[in-house]
């Protein structure tokens, strides 16, 4: 069940990518739900998604919070 939330997460974050501030809102509501190891997978999923999207790399900063 948890490995569908994941990817579920995955999905709604690659949909909402065009608006930093979707893409931010909905990033910090995947860290409350996903287990630790599941954010950790997450963060790295994301350092190579927005390799190419610099609006959003400063959204990562929600992780460390």
């Known amino acids: 069940m948890s490995r569908l939330i994941y990817d579920y997460t995955k999905s709604v974050l690659e949909r909402v990518s065009f608006d930093a501030k979707l893409f931010r809102k909905e990033l ?3 860290i409350k739900v996903l287990l630790p190891y599941e954010v950790e997978q997450l963060t790295e999923w994301l350092l190579s998604f927005t390799k190419e999207k ?5 959204c990562l900063r929600s992780i460390n919070k």
């Open 54 to 58: 610099p609006e959003l790399r400063q």
């Open 28 to 30: 910090e509501k995947a």
